[in-house]
């Protein structure tokens, strides 16, 4: 069962068209999410985009108000239409940032012995039989008068596809980095929103982080972003016609209000085989010695992938050697790496090490050299026969809060589900698997991004049951003790499949950004979500 279930989790959303593939290609690493600093507005839009009316300005205390209070799930009429941006309305992508040829490296450090992996130390695992509210008569969706726009704000709208975007916050600014295939290859862009004092959202200025020939030598996709407190960091897969991938990493350095600079791409890790996959990137602080932390998926020493590791100076290099994190039987994949307790990282992935299961999520501590402490085990979270996929991980401070996708017995159906964790990865008293979506048994629910505001919780999931069969994005709020705040709502409703959605909290906001195929290709769109939004 090498890759059986993994492939098939892989194809768990239903009803995308050209859905990516599970090598390469797969959904970004969405999770972050630093203390808000400053408030602002944003800068004005530009006309082709139809720029929604002012807003009020982000100076509103973190999210305390319901989304949504006492709401159908599939009821309400479709919002107003979206703003009347056409295929390619944006400008010819001449402002380009010039990228230099990429920095050669020597070859890899030999990986360290393979780190040793102890007996399951986790609880047995609740089943996931705990369904949301029933709906009531009132729409689910939120009304045009508590939006921004309908359904939000593209990024680029050139008519290639766009996709796996991965945000991130600044205390000033986000930075949101994807995969674009305008050049043909697959290439990645950045763009930056910066606060302003018009509370506008804008389109912004593209950079173009990578130069792969015209002749389609490359391929550059899944991105991750970072933040180190001077420069944002984006790494990202990097494969090769009938050569082994790579993962990467390059810097993007803020030199004026519209203007960045980018680093010469620097090669973390060449893999000898098919792949090297599904980069999650984070920034060390500098009071813990700074750099990167970086997690990825690579099928070197085997015909399956297993979970590696490395500490990355702050110039991008490689310190110290790789580390091989998981070493048992059958793939390990999904890396999602966050900062959590000083010094220490939290790690959680999708594993198929266990008889009878086709795939579960396990976490496990980590230290800023990617060991494992002293006496500390993997733990697996979750423990029945279920195909398990996506997982989203977020600190809250105290512990962890994890999201993730389970076909829950219905075949191609997956619905998505959230548990709490403490800091050594054990589930919290009284934690259970609680259902998100209230999907089944018709469509799916797939791809959950999850953020921590410093109070509660909110997941955002891509959600493409009967009544959204064009997929759209579903949010739910959980607090801090782990219980819904409301019910599950939509962001909009359209016909137009939305998906791989990547959340961040920051400015007194959260942001999403995601895939959006309003103008029959994949366009990155993102907004805001208010404090206000969605409110009784």
């Known amino acids: 069962m090498l890759r059986r279930s993994m492939v098939l989790a892989g194809l768990l959303v239903v009803g995308c068209k050209d859905e990516i593939p599970l090598y390469p290609g797969a959904d970004a690493p969405t999770d972050g999410g630093d203390a808000a600093a400053a408030d602002a507005g944003f800068d004005a839009g530009p006309a082709d985009l139809g720029a929604p009316d002012d807003v009020a300005a982000m100076d509103a205390p973190p999210l305390a108000d319901r989304f949504v209070e006492d709401a159908a799930l599939d009821a309400g009429a479709p919002f107003d239409a979206p703003v009347a941006d056409a295929p390619g309305g944006d400008a010819p992508d001449t402002a380009d940032t010039a990228v230099v040829a990429d920095t050669a490296v020597a070859a890899d450090t030999v990986v360290a012995a393979d780190t040793a992996v102890a007996a399951d130390a986790g609880a047995a695992d ?313 999907n089944l048994p018709a469509g799916s629910a797939s791809h959950p991004s999850l953020a921590w505001n410093g109070t509660d919780y909110l997941a955002v999931w891509r959600d493409d049951r009967p009544s959204h069969t064009g997929g759209d994005l579903a949010i739910q709020r959980v607090s801090a003790t782990g219980a819904r705040i409301g019910v599950e709502t939509f962001l909009y409703d359209d016909t137009d499949a939305s998906q791989h959605p990547a959340l961040v909290w920051g400015g007194g906001q959260f942001l999403v950004a995601w895939e959006d195929e309003q103008y029959s290709h994949r366009d990155i769109w993102y907004r805001r979500i208010l404090p206000t939004e969605c409110s009784p």
């Open 126 to 438: 609740v089943p996931p039989t705990d369904v949301p509210p029933a709906p009531t008569a009132a729409p689910g969706e939120c009304s045009r008068a508590d939006r921004e726009g309908s359904p939000g704000n593209n990024v680029d709208s050139d008519p290639a596809d766009s996709q796996t975007p991965s945000v991130v916050w600044t205390g000033t600014e986000f930075g949101v980095a994807w995969s674009d295939l305008r050049n043909p290859t697959a290439e990645i862009y950045f763009a930056r929103f910066r606060d302003a004092t018009t509370p506008r959202v804008t389109l912004p200025t593209l950079t173009r982080v990578t130069t792969e020939p015209a002749s389609g030598a490359g391929s550059n996709e899944q991105p991750s972003i970072a933040w180190d407190g001077t420069r944002y960091w984006i790494a990202w897969s990097r494969t090769l016609s009938g050569a082994p991938g790579s993962i990467r990493v390059a810097s993007v350095t803020p030199t004026s209000a519209t203007d960045s600079d980018v680093g010469a791409p620097v090669t973390v890790s060449t893999g000898t085989q098919g792949y090297t996959a599904r980069p999650s990137l984070v920034a060390i602080p500098a009071a813990e010695g700074g750099g990167l932390a970086l997690a990825w998926e690579d099928d070197r020493a085997t015909d399956n992938a297993e979970i590696y590791f490395a500490r990355l100076g702050t110039t991008g290099a490689r310190v110290g050697p790789e580390v091989r994190v998981t070493n048992a039987d059958n793939l390990s994949g999904w890396p999602r790496l966050v900062h959590g307790p000083a010094s220490e990282l939290g790690l959680a992935w999708i594993d198929e090490r266990d008889p009878g299961s086709d795939a579960d999520l396990y976490f496990a501590r980590l230290t800023l050299s990617g060991a494992r402490p002293a006496g500390a085990a993997d733990v697996r979270v979750t423990s029945d026969p279920f195909v398990t996929a996506h997982p989203s991980l977020a600190f809250d401070g105290a512990g962890y809060g994890v999201a993730w996708e389970a076909e829950v017995g219905v075949a191609d159906r997956p619905a998505v589900f959230f548990t709490r964790l403490d800091a050594s990865g054990a589930r919290r008293a009284g934690g259970v698997d609680l259902r998100l979506s209230s």
